[in-house]
């Protein structure tokens, strides 16, 4: 919270209904903030940190973490006007095409040096004189910086993203007349632009300049920006201009803007809690009825290595499809991208056959190797070969719809559409929703919007566009509460389930839309195999009453069965004994047994030992459980009965046994 800003705080407690009476409110430090009976929390008007909150009735008390203020690291004084330069053109590109050191003066406008400074400071500022002519068009003055790397904009400590930019900044009576928010017609509105490491422009519009005096204006920073970013220009842009707009703009005390609150490492979830309408299991456990979508993303087959990793996974996943129970085995396989290493004819032809060589009907979702990075566009040998390059099609109770993100976006890749050239893909998105009439919508695209893995760079370039994405996601969503939604992406090596919520934030339950990166046909992973890390493909399988069910398939060649075994060794607590031999377990003790699986693989890489947990799909069962029996997912056996049972568990269409003697 900013300071001196107030917040209602609610207590529940059940069925039950409390009076303020009954309710004792703290503050700790009381120095932070304050609270009255009704529970309005109020941040003190200066410092910083971290308060607790505390609601107490009878001997039963609840606590909240609040965040005050903020830490702030200075960037740029904007006094020496020496290092900016003035434009009218956009420069929220990279590389910009205006010289560097350019002018100070521009059609639009120009710089000066000023003593004047915000309260509390004597660094001076940056007087921008803008003149407008009442045209009806946009117009931009843009302050650039003549060497961006001058200026940047770090992680604190190594490890804390700042959450803002800040900026002072002094209007003008005149703009004080003219109320409205940021880009509204006739509103000087500002602009920061930044490139992040990645050399993404990204732009931000934090506000309109509508009062008189200095403000300290803020513009939040989105989650999963690639650090350090690079300060590119401020600007005053104004759409339609009315008569007379001319006046002066000071800028002073350019910032970051750090929170109190220490950053979280992110703990690793196999499965966040789905929405009831969705379910993880192995494929033996699929309803009767229904159709399964296979996904599968990643196999980077070049042509020159038919021998290769990604040629060998693909004929395994083949294989595996013939040995899946009949409810599991696909109508439907939807590659998600990336599956040849280029968009080099010979290598699109390998990924066409292969896919042609699963026997099952599919469709490819263009991936930035496809089109070699951007070198071959999708609208030339990609399109050859596979067809649209955005789409949708109906799968039994599943309507699914595919765009272009080769590019690293949707956005950035319209330009190379070759169907519904004269309209957006989001026109299109939304218009295919908008038609929907099936119960499940499968809504994919080949980059995610936020990166589930550790690396966190396999994502949508622009930011905001990924709140977007999932924000359009999400309103559907609510909108068509007997829908369900789910997003399939490929492109960041590994598999990962989210819930992210219309502002990309992490959810649960009904909180949000769930996220599938399903992306490693055979290629070295992302992620941790303990983390997704691993060849995998998933199986969705739908049923009418728009209930989803998946399974993850690990693609092995082996399956075993870990853990202690019996023999001269001591008899353990949980009553295994330890040693060479068989397991031996006691009659009415329980053990854990684990397993860890062997992928394929090709001349071109090493094996890889994956764990047969979550969030692998497996099944763990017993030849006799009168004598053990284990449970299905966990593997833990409990001895029933004298005798010995074959324990088995079986993962991507491999099984691995182990013999356990009772007694």
């Keep these: 919270m900013n300071n001196g800003v107030a917040q209602q705080l609610t207590l529940s407690a059940g069925d039950l209904t409390l009076s303020d009476a009954a309710v004792h409110w703290t503050v700790d430090p009381a120095d932070l903030g304050s609270v009255d009976s009704h529970g309005i929390f109020t941040a003190a008007a200066i410092g910083n940190g971290l308060a607790t909150v ?148 990204t732009s931000f519009y934090p506000t309109g300049v509508t009062w008189d005096g200095w403000q300290y204006v803020v513009a939040n920073l989105p989650a999963g920006l690639q650090f350090p970013l690079r300060v590119n220009y401020l600007g005053l ?125 599919y469709q490819d979702a263009v991936g930035n190797h496809e089109i070699t990075q951007g070198a071959t566009p999708e609208t030339g040998n990609y399109a050859a070969v596979f067809g649209d390059t955005h789409y949708q099609y109906a799968m039994g109770s599943a309507n699914v719809i595919v765009t272009d993100s080769a590019h690293i976006g949707i956005l950035a890749s319209d330009p190379y559409q070759n169907v519904d050239a004269d309209e957006s893909q989001y026109r299109w998105l939304v218009d295919q929703l908008n038609a929907n009439t099936s119960p499940v919508t499968v809504i994919v695209t080949h980059v995610p919007t936020y990166d589930p893995h550790p690396r966190a760079d396999s994502q949508f370039a622009d930011r905001w566009e990924a709140q977007m994405y999932e924000e359009l996601g999400n309103r559907y969503q609510q909108t068509h509460p007997f829908t369900h939604v789910l997003m399939l992406f490929g492109h960041s090596r590994g598999w990962a389930e989210e819930i992210r919520s219309s502002t990309g934030a992490l959810a649960s339950g009904s909180g949000g839309v769930p996220n599938f990166v399903v992306a490693d046909a055979g ?14 493909y998933g199986l969705f399988h739908v049923l009418p009453n728009g209930t989803v069910q998946f399974a993850v398939q690990p693609v092995l060649a082996s399956v075993a069965i870990d853990g202690p075994v019996s023999g001269d060794g001591p008899v353990s607590g949980d009553g295994l004994a330890s040693g060479d031999g068989p397991v031996s377990v006691a009659v009415g003790s329980s053990v854990a047994l684990t397993a860890t699986g062997t992928t394929v693989n090709g001349d071109d890489a090493t094996a890889l030992t994956v764990p047969i947990a979550d969030p692998v799909s497996r099944a763990w069962t017993s030849s006799d459980p009168r004598v053990a029996s284990v449970d299905r997912r966990t593997g833990v056996v409990t001895g029933n009965h004298s005798g010995t049972a074959t324990i088995s568990v079986t993962a991507g269409g491999v099984t691995g046994t182990i013999t356990v003697t009772v007694g």
């Design 237 to 361: 842009v104004t759409i339609k201009p009315g008569p007379n707009l001319t006046g002066d703009v000071l800028l002073s005390g350019l910032q970051a803007v750090y929170s109190p609150r220490p950053p979280v490492t992110p703990v690793y979830h196999a499965l966040p809690d789905n929405p009831s309408w969705l379910k993880f299991t192995d494929v033996d456990s699929f309803s009767a009825g229904g159709t399964t979508l296979a996904a599968m993303d990643d196999a980077h087959v070049r042509a020159a290595d038919p021998g290769g990793t990604g040629p060998t996974v693909m004929k395994s996943i083949g294989t595996s499809f013939g040995t899946l129970p009949a409810a599991a085995r696909p109508t439907q396989v939807q590659a998600l991208g990336d599956m040849p290493d280029s968009g080099d004819p010979a290598n699109l032809d390998l990924a066409h056959s292969l896919l042609e060589g699963l026997g099952v009907p």
């Design 54 to 201: 505390t609601a107490s009735v009878g001997g039963t008390s609840a606590s909240v973490s609040v965040a005050i203020g903020q830490t702030t690291v200075p960037v740029d004084s904007l006094h020496d006007i020496s290092k900016w330069s003035v434009t009218d053109q956009y420069v929220n590109v990279y590389p910009r095409k205006v010289p560097s050191p350019g002018p100070d003066t521009g059609p639009t406008g120009s710089i000066s040096a000023s003593d004047e400074s915000p309260p509390g400071s004597a660094s001076g500022s940056m007087a921008v004189h803008y003149n407008y002519p009442n045209q009806s068009k946009t117009f931009d003055l843009s302050i650039y910086l003549d060497d961006p790397q001058s200026e940047q904009i770090g992680l604190r400590n190594g490890n804390q993203a700042p959450i803002g930019i800040g900026v002072w900044v002094k209007g003008n009576a005149d703009l004080a007349t003219r109320p409205g928010k940021a880009l509204d017609p006739g509103i000087v509105s500002l602009n920061i632009g930044i490139w992040q490491a990645s050399n993404q422009p």
């Design 523 to 536: 290629s070295p992973p992302y992620a941790p195999t303990d983390q997704g890390g691993f060849y995998n």
